[in-house]
């Protein structure tokens, strides 16, 4: 009899930890489903669908793998000991304002560590990323930086609203990456994968606003010689 045995442990991901890829495949198959909802060529949605299905399998496999008790399983730092260091921090006014610096969670959460951790598996562990971006964001780069990630978040739904048909698949990406942000840890992929996406939507939405750009390019760059010439 032929039994299929799921895996017990991922021997290698690309991105480093099951966490880390599933924070990439989120957001891509948002993009790829509003693509398949946006478009109106079958031929095109066909793939579309397809590619879908093979990304919401990866990502049901990531999450079984990260079950509680799974050797893949993540620790996270809870929100609560997180808010916690966030708010001691905000008693010094340097640190409130600025931060700890983009690498100085661990040192943050070394000094203002709460004492009800040592009573949890994470006793001896010693966190170098916060709960979630926002959380993160306000140890490591203070108040600061914590308004930017919020302003960035509102100004990206603001722009979606905008967006055509062509443009708003990529402006679901980049609104996917905060979102997901806004439940997981940070990591390197998900920060990259919303870079990306921001410059692509940018720049879909210039041409989508302004289709005679090159023309206007064209024309100055003519009117340029022209003035030479004279």
């Keep these: 009899v032929l039994t299929l045995k799921m895996p017990e442990k ?4 690309p991105a480093g930890s099951p966490l880390v890829t ?19 060529q079958w031929q095109e949605k066909i793939f579309q669908i397809v590619g879908s299905v093979i990304l919401t399998a990866g990502i049901l496999l990531h999450v079984f793998m990260m079950f ?13 000991a997180n808010w916690i260091i966030g708010v001691e921090m905000l008693k010094t006014v340097r640190t409130a304002l600025t931060g700890f610096g983009p690498q100085g969670f661990g040192e943050a959460f070394t000094m203002f560590r709460p004492v009800n951790l040592n009573t949890t598996p994470f006793w001896n562990v010693i966190f170098q990323v916060g709960s979630n971006a926002p959380l993160s964001y306000l140890v490591s780069l ?17 722009t979606i609203r905008k967006s055509d048909r062509n443009s708003l698949p990529l402006g679901v990406l980049a609104l996917s990456t905060l979102i997901v942000q806004l439940i997981l840890p940070l990591n390197i992929v998900v920060v990259a994968l919303q870079s990306v ?34």
């Excluded at 879909?204 to 010689?225: D, P, T, V, Y």
């Design 142 to 158: 203070g108040v600061i930086g914590l308004v930017a990630w919020v302003v960035l978040f509102i100004q990206v739904i603001r």
């Design 197 to 230: 996406a921001l410059v692509a939507w940018i720049v879909s939405l210039r041409m989508q606003q302004h289709s005679s750009i090159g023309e206007m390019i064209l024309n100055f760059a003519s009117l340029h010689l022209r003035r030479h010439d004279h």
């Design 68 to 80: 509680p008790g799974k050797p893949d399983s993540p620790a996270l730092l809870p929100i609560q």
């Design 10 to 13: 991922f021997q290698f991901t």
């Design 22 to 40: 599933l924070t990439f495949l989120v957001p891509v198959l948002a993009a790829v489903v509003t693509e398949i909802i946006a478009s109106k």
